[in-house]
């Protein structure tokens, strides 16, 4: 069925360490990616996105990669700050659902100063 | 914070009693949504509304109930029959929820959180 596995499910890094978020999907016909950060009792907000026929995407200093033949795409974030602490959420959208996202489960980053 | 608002931001009710929850938005998207989360979890989609006066069931749809009869507001009901209501409500929209669309973006609204007791 429609799926989204997310790991880890907590990170811990030191202030300027670099951290890797990884999301699997089931679904081969997903065509878009995004990736929400949600700090404490807050909205989640967009970071970044990437669609099915793109490989990697950068922002300053978050990239996403996707691997469309192995259904997985990855966050990765460089130089993290204090402020990136957060909880950070993976989805998929699914074509055969009205365009519906599936969520990962979130993880929550810690960054130490 | 403009754009996608929701309200109250903490609402208290007490078990057997049915309340609503308001979603409103400026943004003219056509697709609204409605998710719940709960600690350690990601967030299950409750309803969604692609077109006014249409919505389809999410993957949590028991005990809920909504309606679409504007294009800016999408109410969630929680019914009595929803078995562990308490959560915290996210309302989404997004610029059209069918295929072809030129933007999947999601945008969220700030979250309504809901105990019961």
């Known amino acids: 069925g429609e799926n989204v596995e997310q790991h880890p499910s907590t990170l811990s890094v030191q202030e300027g360490d670099s951290a890797v978020i990884k999301c699997t999907y089931s679904?081969?016909?997903?065509?878009?990616f995004p990736w929400y950060k949600q700090e404490l009792g807050k909205r989640p907000q967009l970071i970044i996105d990437?669609?099915?026929?793109?490989g990697e995407k950068k922002d300053q200093r978050i990239a996403v990669t996707l691997n469309k033949t192995a259904k997985h795409f990855s966050l990765h974030i460089t130089e993290t700050q204090p402020e990136d602490s957060a909880v950070y959420f993976c989805?998929?959208?699914?074509?055969?659902?009205?365009?519906?996202?599936?969520f990962g489960q979130g993880t929550e980053l810690s960054v130490k100063p | 914070d403009g754009g996608i608002t929701q309200s109250p931001k903490y609402l208290f009710r007490k078990e057997g009693q049915n309340v609503t929850l308001s979603c409103e938005q400026n943004?003219?998207?056509?697709?609204m949504y409605w998710y719940r989360q709960d600690p350690g979890q990601g967030l299950r989609l409750i309803y969604y509304?692609?077109?006014?006066?249409?919505?389809q069931k999410g993957d949590i749809a028991e005990g809920y109930s909504v309606s679409r009869e504007k294009k800016e507001s999408f109410p969630l009901t929680v019914t009595s029959a929803q078995k562990n209501p308490t959560a915290f409500y996210l309302c989404?929209?997004?610029?059209?929820?069918?295929?072809?669309?030129?933007?999947?973006?999601?945008?969220f609204g700030p979250g309504t959180r809901l105990t019961v007791t």
């Open positions: 679904d081969s016909a997903s065509n878009y």
């Open positions: 943004l003219n998207h056509d697709a």
């Open positions: 989404a929209s997004s610029m059209r929820g069918l295929a072809g669309a030129s933007s999947y973006e999601q945008y």
């Open positions: 989805a998929a959208r699914y074509n055969n659902q009205g365009g519906k996202l599936i």
């Open positions: 990437i669609r099915s026929n793109v």
């Open positions: 509304s692609q077109i006014v006066n249409d919505f």
